[in-house]
């Protein structure tokens, strides 16, 4: 994390932060073959699921946020197959997801907590992956 901007803090961004966000997801995906006819077949898809997020941020005079919250997610996919053989294809497709209403308590550097800071939390990734089917 370079630099912190929310509400009710201050006039410009908090800039003397350090520390980082880690994610993990667990979700469940639909997704959708659009068949073409050829080795290429793109899909679309969805999914929901929920998302670990652990927050370790130092900013300021040593206020700190630094909690682990469990909250609902979704995503969209879009991405490509190609058919390596009859059964196995590679693939590879982007993911845009959100965590949604991820929070955390803000505590000062006596470790006294001065409040809660949340929002939801997007993620854009691109994935690569080989499918199996039987």
């Known amino acids: 994390?370079?630099?912190?901007?929310?509400?009710?803090?201050?006039?410009?961004?908090?800039?003397?932060?350090?520390?980082?966000?880690?994610?993990?997801?667990?979700?469940?995906?639909?997704?959708?073959?659009?068949?073409?006819?050829?080795?290429?077949?793109?899909?679309?898809?969805?999914?929901?699921?929920?998302?670990?997020?652990?927050?370790?941020?130092?900013?300021?005079?040593?206020?700190r946020i630094n909690e682990t919250d469990t909250t609902f997610s979704a995503q969209l996919i879009a991405g490509v197959a190609y058919a390596v053989t009859d059964s196995t294809s590679v693939t590879a497709d982007l993911r845009y997801a959100r965590a949604f209403d991820v929070s955390s308590t803000r505590l000062n550097g006596a470790g006294g907590v001065t409040g809660v800071v949340s929002d939801d939390i997007d993620a854009l990734s691109l994935n690569f992956g080989v499918r199996v089917g039987f």
């Open 1 to 63: 994390i370079d630099t912190l901007d929310f509400t009710g803090n201050a006039l410009s961004p908090e800039i003397n932060t350090s520390g980082g966000i880690e994610r993990t997801a667990l979700m469940a995906n639909v997704l959708y073959d659009i068949q073409t006819g050829s080795k290429l077949t793109p899909y679309v898809g969805a999914g929901l699921g929920a998302t670990w997020t652990d927050f370790d941020l130092v900013y300021g005079p040593g206020v």
